[in-house]
């Protein structure tokens, strides 16, 4: 059996649709629905909840987030 190497780009391409965590340099997570994102990280998000300290702050509907305040994007585990 052959294991195929996954990229990040492949990985990215995956999450497209799914609910994701965001996790900005400044600490800030947003949780949302995976709208697009392009080669500089900018990210869109649907249904889109800002945390801070683990606290809900605030609900947007669409969210935009510039690329070079991602730190890591990751998958949100179902609930």
Request: with cysteine.
């Amino acid at each position: 059996m052959t294991t195929r190497k996954q990229t990040p780009s492949d990985f990215l391409k995956q999450i497209i649709g799914r609910p994701v965590v965001v996790k900005l340099n400044s600490g800030v997570d947003y949780r949302g629905v995976l709208a697009c994102l392009d080669g500089y990280m900018n990210i869109a998000l649907e249904q889109t909840e800002e945390y801070s300290g683990g606290q809900l702050k605030s609900k947007y509907g669409d969210a935009f987030i510039r690329g070079n305040n991602v730190l890591y994007i990751s998958t949100q585990r179902k609930k």
